[in-house]
């Protein structure tokens, strides 16, 4: 499985950017996809997920309400619309897939990584 990032870029406080997550090579060990992000002096932390299959979506708190996380299965492709961006949103995104949301969520023994797009917000 390989995971290509981009979509990120410099915004103003109140702005919007989608980030993209290309996937290829998909098996059944990636069946939830998601976005984490990691911003400097801090530990990576989750944003958001979705399956493959069906509907679901999972927010972390911070971003609940303001992010949404959404998938076009026809292109392998997983976006992530940040509305209403916050200077604490500014992080380095990486999109992420595994077979489980909690893993995701977890951060840790995560199948597969993207490399990671830099969204930056700006006052």
């Known amino acids: 499985v390989q995971l290509q990032a981009s979509g990120g870029g410099l915004v103003q406080t109140g702005g919007s950017l989608r980030l993209s997550c290309a996937a290829s090579?998909?098996?059944?060990?990636?069946?939830?996809m998601g976005w984490s992000r990691q911003a400097p002096g801090k530990e990576r932390e989750f944003v958001a997920a979705?399956?493959?299959?069906?509907?679901?979506?999972y927010y972390s708190d911070s971003v609940k309400g303001r992010f949404t996380i959404s998938k076009d299965n026809a292109k392998n492709t997983v976006y992530l619309q940040m509305n209403n961006l916050k200077n604490e949103d500014t992080a380095i995104y990486y999109c992420?897939?595994?077979?489980?949301?909690?893993?995701?969520?977890?951060?840790?023994?995560?199948?597969?990584w993207g490399q990671g797009t830099q969204v930056t917000v700006s006052s």
């Open positions: 090579g998909l098996s059944f060990s990636a069946n939830v």
């Open positions: 979705i399956h493959w299959a069906g509907d679901t979506t």
């Open positions: 992420a897939a595994n077979r489980s949301v909690n893993v995701l969520r977890g951060g840790s023994r995560v199948n597969y």
